[in-house]
């Protein structure tokens, strides 16, 4: 008889978005009357850009053609846009990543979760508390991550880094050394960043102790100050330490369409193997990499025209994060984030848990946010805003909350 996979078992309860789904499905069915702006889910709102839909159009009619047909996309991804990206991520901030060291899949969040296939079960892993639950989970789902502690919402095998406001949301080194070190920043859900030199400081700890930080760089876009990294490659050492994610769903509005990339440089090594090798055989095995057309328009996203068209459309985002930030502050909330990232972290109001604030949004203003402790257990007490929404949709979701 077949036998399942008891990992999955351990997982508790349903995924954070599933909860909310749930719930705004329930409340909607009970109240159609009720407009119900949803300011939850990191979902983008603004069509694609004008040269991005120009350059699918022209990538459709060539699927059309036996001349310019495309098949399966090569494991790696296609040249022009491995070629594209290295140059404009990377070379153009000076930092060495050659265009082979680039792996080209369906989304960063595929990644973010499959990347942890080459490494071994015993490795320990740390991540930011609170923290994008697919880092956990699917450690879980491979048998990482040890026993669940429901009082405490913890896992034996996780190395817990907490984020609070009283280290400006900023993980401090673990007092046991880790193997595996998830960084993501800006970050997702606070919304915080750290400077060059804090990062720099992360690479020399991983360097020192011979850790991997799995660095998710998904929102690197929306960065407006200038002494924060764009990469972690604009650190010294992180060559050989460093594993990058990249997305282009939050700058560019692919969550529909799905295209991001890995890149892990070939002077990562253990015991003499690379690991740019191991997710390269991976790669090849599972290829979950983005069809011609997608690839294409990924292309387009670094055209003169894309760029210009893309500042603008971040700069749109970020000026809901502003409305949001400065209407709840005048409000007498307890905010943060919203600078370098589209994600609004605040206190909930009258020690309201992260779930009762939640239900209480809901209820009585019809507005979906994320509760906190969703991500974690420093979650609590905390409850996230995206700025993704449409800019009306926006302003009236501050103005209900404020009247609350």
């Known amino acids: 008889m077949f036998k399942i996979n008891d990992n999955y078992l351990k997982l508790p309860g349903s995924y954070l978005f599933s909860t909310i789904a749930k719930k705004v499905n329930q409340f909607t069915v009970e109240n159609p009357d009720k407009k119900v702006i949803r300011l939850g889910i990191g979902d983008v709102t603004q069509p694609l850009a004008p040269a991005i839909i120009d350059t699918l159009h022209h990538a459709v009619d060539e699927m059309a053609k036996a001349e310019t047909f495309h098949g399966y996309a090569p494991d790696l991804g296609y040249e022009f846009l491995r070629t594209a990206i290295r140059d404009n991520d990377y070379a153009a901030r000076g930092c060495d990543i050659q265009a082979d060291e680039i792996f080209v899949s369906d989304g960063a969040k595929s990644d973010s979760s499959n990347i942890q296939e080459i490494f071994s079960l015993d490795n320990k892993i740390a991540v930011c508390d609170p923290v994008y639950p697919v880092y956990v989970d699917s450690n879980v789902m491979a048998g990482r991550t040890g026993t669940y502690d429901p009082a405490t919402e913890c896992w034996s095998n996780v190395i817990y ?18 193997d595996l070190i998830y960084l993501c920043f800006p970050n997702n859900p606070t919304g915080a960043m750290i400077t060059k030199d804090q990062l720099q400081a992360w690479i020399d700890y991983a360097n020192k102790i011979g850790a991997i930080i799995i660095y998710d760089a998904a929102y690197e ?59 390269a055989r991976r790669h090849g095995t599972k290829y979950n990499g983005a069809p011609y057309i997608i690839q294409r328009a990924g292309e387009a996203v670094y055209s003169e025209a894309g760029k210009a068209q893309l500042k603008e459309q971040v700069a749109y985002y970020m000026n809901n994060a502003k409305v949001i930030m400065e209407g709840l502050k005048n409000a007498g909330y307890e905010v943060y984030g919203g600078v370098n990232a589209p994600y609004i972290w605040l206190k909930t109001p009258n020690q309201m848990t992260s779930w009762e604030f939640f239900d209480y949004l809901l209820e009585k203003a019809n507005v979906v946010g994320t509760p906190g402790s969703g991500f974690g257990p420093s979650g609590e007490g905390y409850f996230r805003l995206t700025a993704f929404g449409n800019y009306e949709n926006t302003v009236e979701a501050v103005e209900r909350i404020v009247r609350l």
Do not use: Q
């Not at 880094?161 to 880790?178: G, I, L, R, S, V």
């Not at 460093?242 to 892990?264: D, H, M, P, Q, W």
């Open 221 to 279: 876009a929306y960065i407006s100050e200038e002494n924060v990294p764009h990469t972690i490659y604009e650190c010294e050492g992180a060559r050989t330490c460093a594993i990058e994610l990249k997305s282009f769903s939050k700058n560019a509005g692919f969550t529909g369409t799905r295209l991001g990339y890995t890149v892990i440089p070939k002077d990562i090594k253990s015991n003499g193997v690379m690991l740019h090798s191991l997710w």
């Open 161 to 178: 880094m907490p984020c609070t406001a009283e280290n400006n949301f900023a993980p401090e080194f673990p007092e046991k050394d880790p």
